[in-house]
């Protein structure tokens, strides 16, 4: 398990015990104490770290988190790909891809560091824990910025698809360019705006939406962010009035840790393409994973108000 990283600041105190306990405030300095024992506090030279130590600002520590009591995730994820500079998952719902909160252990790149022994395996992208579908990794640490560079510069082809109630009387299939920016609630973002010109308050959202299947009330659609702003797919269809399948954010944010396995957002990151850096090639990798078949859906049984 790869180690987290700290650096000191100024002002931070006057030893690396009192840095960390104000740095850290949810973890009490007892919790603090004991790593520094254990010698799971390190400076980058490799270097055992004391609470006595000067707290010098800019040196850089390593240290090892630990979750109580930590929830296992009952959902396995896939390995599509890997060469020597790029590894493709296929990540299931409801598991976060890097350690948060209240999971370390129970995330796609730990997972994935301790399965295939990858100390230097970093996501070059992420998705919501909510979401399932296409993750990728950089193997190397040498290798993250090329592909980083890519998403930078726009020239990885994403589709998505969800299922969302459906509406025939907007105008498919369409482009929404919107503002989007932070809401009341830390938890969700909302469109600020819809202007053209892409200045202050303008445009930083672009997704183009076409309906694939309809079956009564719902849709399955496919979703083309050509932007990647937080949570764009998912605050654009809600304001076009189609929120997502069993979405426990838009429009009603539902309580931390409220998670319904036999309800999963239907979200999924289904494709990526884009000509590799590295090597040249182009590359297209498609998810095995399915959203719930339309047909199947019982919109009684999961009260879906449509």
């Known amino acids: 398990m790869r180690p987290s990283v700290v650096v000191v600041t100024p ?16 973890v009490p300095a007892a919790v603090w104490q004991a790593r520094f024992q254990a010698g799971d506090i390190t400076y980058d030279s490799g270097e055992r770290a004391r609470t006595t130590d000067p707290a010098t600002a800019g040196r850089r520590l390593y240290y090892y988190r630990t979750v109580p009591d930590e929830a296992l995730i009952p959902f396995t994820e896939e390995v599509l ?7 493709v998952a296929d990540k299931p719902h409801f598991l976060p891809v890097v350690p948060s909160g209240k999971h370390l252990r129970e995330t796609l790149l730990v997972r994935l560091q301790e399965r295939l022994g990858l100390p230097e395996l970093s996501p070059i992208h992420r998705i919501d824990k909510d ?3 296409l993750v990728l990794f950089s193997v190397r640490a040498v290798d993250r910025n090329a592909y980083q560079a890519l998403f930078r510069q726009r020239q ?55 309906p694939l299947e309809v079956h009564g009330n719902l849709a399955r659609y496919a979703l083309r962010p050509l932007t990647g702003q937080r949570h764009q797919l998912r605050v654009h269809m809600n304001a076009l009035g189609l929120p997502l399948l069993f979405d ?18 239907q979200l999924l990151a289904r494709s990526l393409e884009f000509i590799d850096p590295l090597t040249g090639q182009n590359r297209h990798f498609e998810s095995r994973r399915n959203l719930l078949p339309l047909a199947e859906i019982d919109q009684k049984k999961h009260q879906i108000a449509l």
């Open 156 to 210: 990885v082809g994403k589709v998505y698809e969800c299922i969302a109630p459906w509406n025939p009387a907007l105008p498919w299939p369409m482009r929404r360019e919107s503002g989007i920016g932070p809401a009341a609630h830390f938890m969700q973002q909302a469109e600020v705006g819809e202007t053209q010109d892409g200045g202050a308050g303008g445009v930083n959202a672009i997704t183009e939406i076409a």
């Open 248 to 265: 426990g954010i838009y429009p009603t944010l539902t309580p931390e840790g409220a998670n319904d396995y036999s309800r999963p957002l």
């Open 11 to 26: 002002g931070g105190g006057s030893c690396l015990l009192d840095f960390f306990v104000a740095r850290f405030a949810a």
């Open 131 to 133: 979401t399932a579908g």
């Open 81 to 87: 790909w890997q060469d020597a500079h790029l590894l």
